[in-house]
């Protein structure tokens, strides 16, 4: 098992930037692929952004590329997601995920889930 828990969210304005941690513990070899989702109040979960455990295969969605990174340091088993330009469209709980085997941003194959963190950006 893999636990994940998120740090790192609060309330900023549009334009403001914020970084979001995730430190993984338990079998950490399972986290291969780490990775950021997020989910709005009525929606279902997005994909944000992902990558494998060297770094050389890195994903986004459109709607953050260019503005968000993701990075991570395999030491402390920690990734990061570096926010910055931020709009009111980026409000959503943000949630870490891992998994052993997959890459890509369909959330369901991914098996272990953080407990979320609150990102909410006022206009």
């Known amino acids: 098992q893999v636990q994940l828990v998120e740090s790192g969210g609060g309330l900023v304005q549009a334009g403001d930037s914020l970084r979001l941690s995730c430190a993984a513990s338990?079998?950490?070899?399972?986290?291969?692929?780490m990775g950021w989702f997020r989910q709005a109040p009525g929606k279902e979960r997005d994909f944000v952004a992902t990558?494998?455990?060297?770094?050389?295969?890195?994903y986004y969605s459109d709607s953050v590329k260019g503005r968000f990174t993701i990075s991570r340091d395999n030491a402390k088993n920690t990734v990061y997601l570096q926010m910055n330009s931020l709009k009111p469209e980026d409000t959503a709980v943000y949630y870490c995920?891992?998994?052993?085997?997959?890459?890509?941003?369909?959330?369901?194959?991914?098996?272990?889930w953080g407990q979320g963190t609150q990102v909410t950006v006022s206009s």
């Open positions: 995920a891992a998994d052993a085997y997959y890459i890509g941003p369909a959330y369901r194959n991914y098996a272990y």
């Open positions: 338990g079998r950490t070899s399972s986290s291969v692929a």
């Open positions: 990558m494998d455990k060297s770094g050389g295969r890195t």
